[in-house]
């Protein structure tokens, strides 16, 4: 790389610098090009997983973490550092980001990207982060309604459904544990005393990420409450079948009590001349019993008791 390439980037014009590798000897090489001292290296290697925020003569240094879906669509973080100075701004994380690769590919070919200032550029880059998180928290809800579908429609084993809603609990939790510590950043560059966002034209769109980042936090927790709200569906849903079960149950208990009741009668040794039919006097009493129970079936069929 250039060591001079800084000295050709003049007042209107970024250099961003993109690095893919933590790698300790290329974050030394691009401190010096940059002459930048007091660069975090170790810090940037160790990867801390709760965002922070540094400032330095030259330059300001802040670490997040962002999300996208990984293999087989699971929950992934992306932990990303940026230095931040006049005219620079150098990001590192391992391997590819997405919206960083779809922001330059929506952005190639256009003259103005490398006409923002580093302020500008940042504000895109954190309002891309914030973004990365709503799309996984739409495939939460879309998978939330899904659910919703399959509860109401058909009966769903106690294992499919337990082992759907700790998925669904994880990643939301996930997305909360990893979302809420950034509130320090967001408060940090929108507050007037930060003066290289202060006094930059981009101060507004710093004060309008801020209120984006609440946003956020309040669909992370609203999500939250929809997936436990699965649980409700599901026990009332649980609770409308078993109440169907113990009314078929009582149902055929008190049907099969009558018939009990008058085969016993039948059963009974008193000398009356009914009882005295012989075999026609038994399949009387069998079809009779039969017939009582297909009406009482009837009955409560079309009265919805069964």
């Known amino acids: 790389m250039n060591k001079n390439i800084l000295n050709n980037v003049n007042d209107k014009q970024l250099l961003w610098i993109n690095i893919l590798e933590r790698d300790e000897a290329t974050l030394k090489s691009v401190a010096n090009i940059l002459h930048l001292e007091k660069v975090p290296v170790r810090g940037i290697l160790r990867v801390y997983e709760r965002p922070k925020i540094y400032k330095f003569a030259d330059f300001y240094h802040f670490f997040i973490v962002s999300v996208e879906a990984g293999e087989g669509g699971a929950l992934r973080s992306i932990p990303i550092d940026f230095l931040v100075g006049k005219n620079f701004v150098v990001t590192v994380h391992d391997g590819d980001v997405k919206y960083l690769q779809d922001f330059v590919k929506r952005k190639r070919g256009e ?40 509860i109401l429609e058909k009966d769903l084993e106690d294992s499919e459904f337990l082992q759907q809603m700790v998925s669904l609990r994880r990643d939301v939790s996930k997305l909360r ?47 939250r409450d929809t997936v436990l709200s699965l649980f409700d569906l599901y026990i009332t849903k649980s609770s409308h079948r078993m109440n169907n079960a113990m009314r078929r149950l009582t149902f ?25 039919s012989a075999e026609t006097g038994f399949w009387m009493a069998v079809g009779g019993m039969i017939i009582l129970a297909a009406i009482t079936a009837s009955v409560a069929f079309h009265r919805r008791w069964i």
Do not use: C
């Open 252 to 276: 055929i208990t008190l049907t099969a009590g009558g018939l009990g009741v008058i085969a016993g009668i039948f059963g009974m040794n008193f000398e009356v001349e009914f009882f005295k």
């Open 111 to 150: 003259s103005q990207i490398g006409e923002l200032d580093a302020e500008s550029f940042v504000a895109t880059m954190l309002d891309l982060h914030i973004a990365s998180y709503f799309r996984f928290l739409e495939r939460i809800e879309h998978q939330v309604d899904k659910m919703d579908e399959r």
């Open 177 to 223: 544990r990893w979302f809420l510590p950034h509130r320090d950043i967001f408060f940090t560059l929108s507050r007037p005393d930060f003066k290289r966002i202060a006094d930059s034209d981009s101060f507004e769109s710093f004060q309008q990420l801020n209120d984006h980042f609440e946003s956020a936090v309040d669909s992370i927790e609203s999500s």
